[in-house]
């Protein structure tokens, strides 16, 4: 799960160009890390890409915190 979280955190860093001390598993991806509707698109494709994994847009939708990606990606992989 720490490798999950690490891989998550880079991502929303290099993408987003957020601190990484801003990227908490409680920090919600609009309000705290300024993710919009076209950061998300393109923060769905990175985890798709990143851990060869589909997520269907009805998922995606539910992906509101940092924590709901970690817990979502890990499901996937397990």
């Known amino acids: 799960m720490e490798e999950i979280k690490e891989k998550i955190k880079n991502i929303l860093t290099v993408t987003m160009g957020v601190a990484d001390t ?3 598993s409680d920090a919600h991806l609009s309000k705290d890390l300024g993710v919009d509707s076209l950061d998300f698109a393109e923060l769905v494709m990175e985890f798709e890409q990143e851990f060869d994994i589909r997520i269907p847009f009805e998922e995606a ?3 509101i915190y940092v924590k709901d990606v970690e817990e979502y ?3 996937k992989l397990s």
């Open 73 to 75: 990606v890990a499901k």
């Open 61 to 63: 939708e539910m992906l």
């Open 22 to 24: 801003e990227v908490t």
